[in-house]
């Protein structure tokens, strides 16, 4: 309700980071925790309260294209680990983004995360189209080398 509260007094431009969340009904006392008053445990609606609706449109285009790019950079892969890779990123992108609707999540860890796995998605398809050396047979009885399967068409 106080996030709610917040985003209506000012919903299009914020309050603004540094500042206060409106406190309307009273919570749990959460006084240890230093920031209590300026983070709230939904971090999906909390980029809402304190960007508006520009920061908070902005991050659900960002969560799309991520997943819209990982979902295509899956059924691209030639299947064998490099799927593996797209699926692990692309799942970890929805995980993290439903475990923000429900806790604290803007954490340097986890952003760090967030960058590896959207930077993973973005460079997957490249690293995968990239032709790798035949490597040549060094004994008569090896089989001869075969060329990598390269991306899947759309």
């Known amino acids: 309700m106080n996030t709610m509260f917040t985003i209506k007094t000012a919903p299009f431009q914020g309050v603004g980071f540094g500042k206060k969340f409106f406190i309307v009904r009273r ?18 609606m909390w980029m809402w309260m304190k960007t508006g609706l520009g920061g908070f449109l ?19 892969m030639p299947g064998d680990m490099m799927s593996v890779a797209a699926l692990v990123a ?10 923000a609707y429900v806790d604290i999540s803007w954490d340097s860890q986890s952003m760090i995360y967030m960058g590896a796995m959207m930077g993973l998605i973005n460079c997957l398809e490249r690293i995968v189209d990239t032709p790798a050396p035949l490597a040549e047979r060094r004994w008569p009885w090896q089989p001869h080398p075969q060329a990598q399967p390269g991306l899947r068409p759309l």
Do not use: K, Q
């Not at 919570?27 to 999906?44: A, G, K, L, Q, R």
């Not at 285009?61 to 990982?70: P, R, Y």
């Not at 692309?90 to 475990?99: D, P, S």
């Open 90 to 99: 692309t799942l970890y992108v929805v995980m993290h983004f439903i475990y």
């Open 58 to 76: 902005a991050m659900l285009v960002l969560i799309g294209a991520a997943l819209i790019n990982g979902v295509r950079c899956i059924f691209r």
């Open 27 to 44: 919570m749990p006392d959460i006084s240890h925790f230093v920031w209590w008053e300026y983070m709230t445990h939904n971090s999906i």
